[in-house]
């Protein structure tokens, strides 16, 4: 049935593919220290003739108009003495960052988002995982019923910053569909898109598999990208 219902859905699907797990394995995990700071997003590559609020396809006005504020989180703080004995505040960091978009024409508009760099087969990678919105998070009814999905994109180092690449339910549909990649999924008819199940160490050996190979994902073909120019 779920394949059925594949097969069904619109082929031009623009959606980021995403996942109930993480993609990556913890020991694939990286620092990026680069990474922090303020950034400018835009749409990438910009097409002839757009201009830099242009709507892009697979990725809404705020996405590709938003200040993004990239930091490493935070999990804890500790005082100890020092060798003057005198009291000193170590600051314990997580592997990963927080990204907090907030849209250019107005601070009302703030998303944040987990973010976890990783590297497979010298491609790096970054999962994304929401963590705030404070349209949904006023209404209980809407944040208890939103459902949280990790998705993937690819990390390329460019002359002025970062280009973003997220992978769409459409490459992931196809490798289903015509290559016979096996992946557990889901489609979830509430929300109108397929959704990965398997474990993490199942998604890190796809990408392992598949990630540097153009005829099963072209990176270069994905409808949501973006580019990050530091303010």
């Known amino acids: 049935m779920a394949v059925l219902l594949l097969l069904l859905a619109a082929c031009d699907d623009p959606s980021l593919m995403g996942s109930l797990k993480q993609f990556y394995a913890p020991k694939k995990i990286i620092l990026m220290p680069e990474i922090e700071g303020i950034w400018s997003a835009m749409p990438n590559p910009l097409q002839k003739g757009a201009k830099t609020n242009d709507r892009t396809v697979g990725l809404d006005k705020l996405d590709t108009t938003a200040v993004w504020t990239i930091r490493r989180q935070l999990e804890g703080t500790s005082v100890l003495k020092n060798r003057l004995g005198n009291d000193s505040v170590v600051y314990r960091m997580r592997d990963n960052y927080v990204v907090t ?43 208890d019923g939103h459902l949280k999905l990790h998705t993937l994109a690819r990390v390329t180092r460019t002359s002025d910053g970062i280009a973003l690449t997220w992978l769409s339910s459409k490459t992931v549909r196809e490798m289903l569909e015509q290559k016979r990649v096996r992946l557990n999924y889901e489609w979830i008819p509430s929300i109108d898109r397929m959704v990965l199940t398997g474990s993490s160490a199942q998604l890190t050996d796809m990408l392992e598999t598949y990630g540097d190979q153009q005829r099963f994902i072209d990176w270069e073909n994905q409808s949501a990208k973006l580019h990050l120019t530091q303010l």
Do not use: C, H, W
Request: aromatic fraction near 16%.
């Open 101 to 143: 978009m907030v849209n250019r024409d107005s601070s009302l508009s703030q998303y944040s988002f987990e973010v976890t760099f990783f590297q497979i087969n010298k491609t790096v990678y970054a999962d994304f995982y929401p963590s705030g919105n404070n349209t949904i998070q006023n209404s209980k009814l809407a944040s």
